[in-house]
């Protein structure tokens, strides 16, 4: 297992940005693919963005690529996700999980707010 701790959401105004990070700790960072994940009121938990050990990525749909980036630092044991020109359908609770190849997403944060204000 692994433990994530997610920080810096909070409120910001429409076209703004907000760096999310994710601080793990427990099992080796490198052995997990890192996700990003978000859930807006009313909706079921979405997938955003993940990146593996070795820089691979993948974007979830269009309405984040180009404005959403996702990166990590294996030294720090740290994965970011920098949010530009920020929209009010961005509002949701943003996830970190942690992916293996036997349990898949078994890890997750326990969450951190985005609210853009229009």
């Known amino acids: 297992q692994v433990q994530l701790v997610e920080s810096g959401g909070g409120l910001v105004q429409a076209g703004g940005s907000l760096r999310l990070s994710c601080a793990a700790s427990g099992r080796t960072f490198s052995s997990f693919v890192m996700g990003w994940f978000r859930q807006a009121p009313g909706k079921e938990r979405e997938f955003v963005a993940d990146?593996?050990?070795?820089?691979?990525?993948?974007y979830s749909t269009d309405s984040v690529k180009g404005r959403f980036t996702i990166s990590r630092d294996n030294a720090k044991n740290t994965v970011y996700l920098q949010m530009n020109s920020l929209k009010p359908e961005d509002t949701a609770v943003y996830y970190c999980?942690?992916?293996?190849?036997?349990?898949?997403?078994?890890?997750w944060g326990q969450g951190t707010q985005v609210t853009v204000s229009s």
């Open positions: 999980a942690a992916r293996s190849d036997t349990r898949g997403y078994g890890d």
């Open positions: 990146i593996s050990w070795s820089g691979v990525i993948r």
